[in-house]
């Protein structure tokens, strides 16, 4: 690893998922959670460490079985900003951070270090996947970025700098399905299909 360009990773997994119904990173799709697969698609030995921060002990012993550390959110309801601070105060000592959501169930592993790859050759800027040229998630930021990042309040995340930002982002296409989110047990279903 570049020592130069230490990378960091925080998997969010502490939200409520309040549109869900229920826990949605334990949703199943063909046989495997959505957080399990969320942990799968880092590829690890590209990054210095990685957090994950949730409000789930169930996530955190999970994550702990991927040798990641685990940060618990005991206020995931203060929004996704506490999610990016807890998260990045752990990792304050790297050149660069991955936001990694986790609910993009079809997420490839190798998108991810495309991405990470992508920004170490311009480090100074932010990186995302993208498709068509609309910015979706992950996204990752310079160390330049980490005070605005800190100062972000309730639920607003990394867009509210990206759109600060627009001339310093770097895009990487990725396939739409990759991108999908899933807000809703239909939107899960819809994948399935």
């Not at 199943?28 to 698609?41: K, P």
């Not at 169930?58 to 040798?67: G, V």
């Not at 990792?91 to 920004?119: H, K, N, T, Y």
């Amino acid at each position: 690893m570049d020592t130069a360009l230490k990378l960091g990773c925080v998997v969010m997994a502490a939200g409520n998922a309040r549109r869900f119904g229920e826990n949605k990173l334990a949703a199943q799709l063909r046989g495997r959670s959505l957080i399990l697969r969320a942990l799968e698609s880092v590829p690890a030995e590209l990054f210095h460490s990685v957090v994950v921060v949730t409000q789930y002990p169930e996530i955190m012993r999970l994550a702990k079985e991927f040798h990641f550390a685990a940060v618990h959110n005991e206020h995931p309801d203060w929004g996704i900003s506490h999610t990016v601070q807890l998260g990045l105060t752990e990792l304050r000592d790297c050149a660069g951070v991955l936001f990694l959501v986790s609910d993009q169930p079809l997420l490839r592993r190798e998108s991810v270090a495309e991405l990470a790859e992508l920004w170490k050759r311009q480090p100074e800027k932010i990186a995302a996947l993208a498709h068509n040229g609309v910015r979706g998630n992950p996204c990752l930021f310079p160390a330049r970025f980490f005070p605005e990042l800190l100062e972000l309040r309730e639920d607003h995340g990394g867009n509210t700098v990206i759109r600060r930002h627009e001339e310093d982002l770097v895009l990487l296409e990725a396939a739409e399905r990759e991108l999908t989110d899933v807000d809703t047990p239909q939107a899960l279903k819809e994948i399935e299909e």
